[in-house]
């Protein structure tokens, strides 16, 4: 009771909170209203003060240029305007089909709206609004026009502002034919080539009035993203899809009909051979579209950066030399007319030099493609075993391990004697030969690494489990295993596509003691003002053990291990240095490998065709390859101190087949899952060895040489 008493007089001498009214909430609003757009006709009235005359649109801004340099700063690789190529001509010389692909592609609306489109605007700033940037234009012919003549590329909430107003502005002052004129003169397509006139004879060798339909949509694809679309870069399949995409549009829109249509999508575009000056092509294009992506084109083609690259352009020139000498050499004896060749610096990950074709401005056979790095990839053949050794030893297997190189079916379901095709389910049975044809019996898993065997390869991989080794393989820097349901014991023969820069990167992991340092193409990046956008920082993650790295070093550096095959003067040795090195070539020879390290640069090399087609059988490893690497790696070499790789510690286990033995205890001879429990290597052997889906058919090869064929298993 006392208690309620007090509750009550609490309640009682409680302060009420006075709400405001209807009648002060509308007076609220009005003012907030007066105030709001006083606010908004000052910064109008402010932001059109601030504006440039709307008459010098006819007189286009010259944009700063930026700079593409190597990793001394004094190499200038690249100037991204250069000296700019732009010509003026009359309304009536500009065919029709170029005006209509320009429409369709960029603004369909324009002789309707009154200089900006407001659905546009709208579905921009929504965009905008859901990704929190400002990447999304919204923008008319009109206002892309201001943009390029008057304001410069700059996205900010008030640039957006003054950009609508000019366009209103110029509107009121020009007719449309001529703002679309002025539009169609001004506009940068890339390559330096600003107007319609610039960009066909840049293109196709001719002035826009002979500019077929084809060649017109080309040129209106190239308005929206100039560098990701050039017809000399990387991605000229995108720029042929949007031309096609836009072709439909256009067809649509009723400017072409249906037969213009399907006869321009089916005709052959050939493009002019290019006449800028670049070195090292296929890695300035890719710098540009790394920045392209993380600043956007209008920063690029008009900011100034600076870019600090991590290339040499002393070893890029040496690998320019080297490829194009042994490509020509190549195509002549082993009909390989393409080849790559990327070095990086395992210590920082800097690409070094990078060349991604035999000939970048050979665009007929697709020499702008840049192999290293862009497509789906090249498969790796036997280049991708030292992923899956790597994978076994770190689960305890010594170097010294016995491995019955002898042909094996590694189908389960198939018959060990090698005579069926498929299994009874329809699944091809496997059971791959090595590259000579011939097997060796017992080996060491250093010889066969050394030798590349392929049946104790595939032996391996069972052994270190395809997940395991994928995993290692994707944090060493692989990153083009992203199916791993796709692949199975083929993998390790180079059954998946890998890029040649990714390779490069992944051995660098070897010579850099285990430790990853992904691959980087800038070192830093500066605006017109010199301020550090961008500076190359460490990035280096352990990703496997000293120990392994040094193992594997000193198996792919033993010249003693690969002289069998590939004799002792071979293109992997070098005298006086410690080189480590692995080759790979893909099922009838359509690709051939080298990948080779030292502790401060790791170099690969790929040779083949770009549509696939096969080498000769006498190109195939080390023959086609091998020249190119190690000409590159002598000159690349000379002149820098001799380093050697970290010896690793001696590795043994108390095992048959771990210690370098066959003989069981028992006294048989068995295959290594007899004695081996591959979940627990160093463990016990198996209790049921039987129970391994691949230890019938392993052991069958081994008792049909050493004993009787032993009692059938039931099937597992």
């Known amino acids: 009771m006392k208690w309620q008493i007090t509750q009550l007089n609490s309640f009682k001498n409680k302060k009420f909170i ?35 005359d709307a008459d010098t649109i006819a007189t286009r801004q010259v944009s700063e240029s930026t700079k593409i340099y190597d990793r001394t700063s004094q190499v200038l690789l690249y100037d991204i305007h250069g000296e700019e190529k732009r010509t003026v001509i009359p309304w009536e010389q500009i065919p029709a089909n170029a005006k209509n692909a320009t429409l369709a592609a960029e603004d369909s609306n324009f002789y309707s709206h009154g200089g900006f489109d407001v659905r546009g605007i709208a579905r921009s700033f929504f965009k905008d609004v859901l990704s929190l940037s400002l990447s999304q234009g919204g923008s008319t012919l009109t206002q892309q026009l201001v943009k390029n003549a008057l304001l410069g590329g700059q996205k900010t909430p008030f640039r957006k502002i003054q950009e609508l107003i000019l366009s209103v502005q110029i509107e009121k002052k020009f007719s449309k034919d001529q703002i679309f004129w002025m539009y169609l003169n001004q506009i940068p397509y890339g390559s330096n ?17 002979n500019l077929t339909l084809n060649e017109s949509v080309i040129l209106a694809s190239l308005i929206q993203a100039p560098t990701r679309y050039s017809p000399y870069g990387s991605h000229v399949d995108e720029l042929i899809a949007r031309k096609d995409i836009l072709l439909a549009r256009m067809r649509d829109l009723n400017y072409i009909s249906v037969d213009d249509y399907q006869q321009s999508v089916d005709e052959k575009l050939v493009f002019k051979k290019t006449t800028e000056s670049v070195t090292a092509p296929h890695f300035v294009i890719m710098v540009k579209d790394y920045l392209v992506k ?29 490829v194009t000498k042994y490509a020509t ?120 690494l050394g030798q590349s065997l392929n049946v104790v390869a595939v ?65 830093s990046v500066q605006d017109a003002n010199g301020n550090v956008l961008e500076q190359a920082s460490d990035r280096s993650e352990r990703v496997l053990e000293p120990q392994i790295a040094r193992l594997m070093n000193n198996i792919l550096s033993d010249n003693l291990a690969r002289a069998p095959v590939f004799g002792y003067n071979n293109s992997l040795y070098i005298p006086g240095r410690e080189i480590a090195a692995k080759t790979g070539t893909t099922q009838d020879n359509r690709d051939g490998w080298v990948v080779g ?17 096969q080498m000769t059988v006498a190109g195939a490893g080390v ?16 002149n820098t101190p001799i380093e050697s790789f970290p010896e690793p510690y001696p590795v043994s286990a108390n095992k048959a087949p771990l ?30 060895p039987g129970n391994d889906p691949q230890f019938y058919n392993w052991e069958w090869v081994i008792r049909g040489v050493f004993g009787p064929l032993p009692t059938p298993l039931p099937d597992n």
Not at 30 to 41: D, E, P, Q, R, S
Not at 424 to 445: A, S
Not at 623 to 638: D, I, R, T, Y
């Open 18 to 52: 006075h709400w405001p009214s209807h009648k002060q909430w509308l007076e609220l609003l009005v003012w907030a209203i007066v105030l709001g757009a006083i606010g908004f006709f000052g910064m109008f009235i402010y932001l059109e003060r601030t504006l440039p």
């Open 193 to 209: 080539a600003y107007g319609i006139e610039s960009a066909s004879k840049t293109y196709f060798g001719k002035t826009a009035a």
């Open 294 to 322: 993380k600043y956007g084109e209008d920063v690029v083609e008009n900011s100034g950066l600076k870019v600090i690259t991590t290339l040499d352009a002393n070893l890029q020139n040496i690998a320019e030399d080297s």
């Open 329 to 448: 050499i190549n195509k002549k004896i082993y009909k390989a007319s393409n080849a790559v060749l990327v070095s990086v610096n395992p210590k920082n990950g800097d690409v070094l030099a990078l060349v991604g074709s035999a000939d970048y401005f050979d665009t007929a056979n697709e020499g702008n493609f840049n192999v290293a790095i862009d497509g789906t990839g090249r498969q790796p053949g036997s280049s991708f075993k030292p992923f899956a050794y790597a994978t076994l030893f770190q689960k305890g297997y010594p170097d010294n391990t016995i491995l019955f190189d002898t042909r094996t079916e590694f189908n389960s379901y198939c018959s060990p004697d090698l005579s069926q095709i498929k299994d009874q389910y329809g699944t091809p049975c496997y059971h791959p030969q090595n590259y000579d044809g011939t097997y060796r019996g017992p080996v060491t898993l250093r010889q066969a």
């Open 459 to 523: 032996k391996v991989l069972y052994l270190a489990g395809i997940n395991d080794t994928i995993n290692n393989a994707a944090r060493m820097g692989i990153s083009t295993l992203n199916d791993p349901n796709r692949y199975g014991l083929s993998l390790v023969l180079g059954g998946a596509e890998v890029h040649p820069i990714d390779m490069a990167s992944a051995y660098g992991v070897f010579a850099n003691d285990g430790v990853r340092n992904p691959w980087q193409i800038v070192l």
């Open 597 to 613: 390290f030292t502790p401060s640069i790791s170099t690969v090399v790929w040779t083949g065709n770009n549509n696939n087609s």
């Open 623 to 638: 023959s086609a390859a091998g020249p190119m690497w190690h000409e590159f790696m002598v000159k690349a070499l000379a």
């Open 659 to 688: 210690d370098g033995s066959y003989t069981s205890p028992d006294g048989q001879i068995h295959t290594i899952l007899y004695n081996v429990d591959r979940s627990d290597p160093l463990g016990p052997a198996p209790i049921s």
